[in-house]
Every structure is written in structure tokens, then in C-alpha cells.
């Protein structure tokens, strides 16, 4: 997969960016994970990609939404805690804690050893339909204890 060299320029994403998401399968046809790519219009081009499972962790008593991103010489992984809003809604959560728990880590290959840390990288996800019945996401992240961004996603499905 082509990747966007960086830096990206500001009026690379002057005309938006499309997103695709892709199922992956194991070899008997079992869904496994998803890719989610991000490329820039109307290039084409590669600006990331994520690939999203389920996972249990090392202790845990239920699976987590694992999301991992490529990095040229490694990569992040992000653990989230799902929970049900008492809306009915969705919140996924990576928050502080010890290593081993639901939260942020950066994996570096470096001279053949792999060496990974926890990030204090959180971020909070609130899906939800709206009043209208249309599905929105809230997402913050935060490093440390300061506020980072804060986004919101209405979503459509594809035509």
C-alpha cells in the first residue's frame, strides 16, 4: 500500500478525504478485523489506515476493540474499552493504567528487538443515533490530562 510521503502539504486535503472500510477474512472465510483507509481526493493517495478486531487481553474478563496503525518502523496499538451509554449508545474508551490494560501503545522495531510502551494517549469514543435517528460519533483525545482535539462524525452508510 502506497503511503502519503510526509509532511503533507494544507491544500492536500483541500478536497477531503474518502474513507473504505474492508473486511478481513482468515483462510476459512471467518471475519477476523477490518481495515479502515484513508486516502485524499481526488488523488487516491494513502493518508493512513487502521486495522480494527476484537482482543482479549492478558487477565481480562471481556475482549477489547484493538486498532493498530503502521508506523514506518513499527506501530501504535489501542486497546478500547467498550461499555453501553445508558442511552443505549456506544462508548469506546482507551483510558490511563498500567501496562497490560485497555490503553495506548507504541511498538518500535529497533535492531531486531521489538520494544513496547505504554503512551498517555486517550481517547474517548460516544456513538449514538441523534433525535433524528442519525448516527453520530463524539470523539476526544487527550494526552495526559490535556485535551488534544475533539472531533464529531456523522455517519452515512455508503451509496
Known amino acids: 500500500m502506497e503511503q502519503l510521503s510526509l509532511p503533507m502539504r494544507p491544500l492536500d486535503v483541500a478536497h477531503g478525504m474518502d474513507s473504505r472500510v474492508r473486511v478481513i477474512r482468515?483462510?476459512?472465510g471467518q471475519q477476523v478485523g477490518a481495515a479502515w483507509l484513508r486516502t485524499?481526493?481526488?488523488?487516491?493517495?494513502?493518508?493512513?489506515?487502521g486495522c480494527y478486531s476484537a482482543?482479549?487481553?492478558p487477565g481480562a474478563a471481556r475482549p477489547s476493540v484493538h486498532v493498530a496503525f503502521p508506523l514506518e518502523s513499527?506501530?501504535?496499538q489501542v486497546f478500547l474499552r467498550p461499555a453501553v451509554s445508558p442511552g443505549g449508545g456506544l462508548v469506546l474508551e482507551s483510558p490511563p493504567g498500567l501496562f497490560g490494560q485497555d490503553g495506548a501503545y507504541v511498538v518500535v522495531h529497533d535492531g531486531g528487538k521489538d520494544i513496547a510502551a505504554r503512551v498517555p494517549l486517550h481517547e474517548t469514543?460516544?456513538?449514538y443515533r441523534d433525535p433524528y435517528g442519525v448516527l453520530r460519533t463524539d470523539h476526544e483525545l487527550r494526552?495526559?490530562?490535556t485535551w488534544m482535539m475533539r472531533l464529531h462524525y456523522k455517519m452515512e452508510r455508503a451509496r
Not at 485524499?40 to 489506515?49: I, K, M, N, Q
Open 143 to 145: 494526552m495526559g490530562r
Open 74 to 76: 513499527g506501530n501504535v
Open 125 to 127: 469514543f460516544r456513538l
Open 55 to 57: 482482543r482479549l487481553l
Open 26 to 28: 482468515d483462510r476459512d
Open 40 to 49: 485524499l481526493r481526488p488523488s487516491g493517495r494513502y493518508v493512513f489506515s
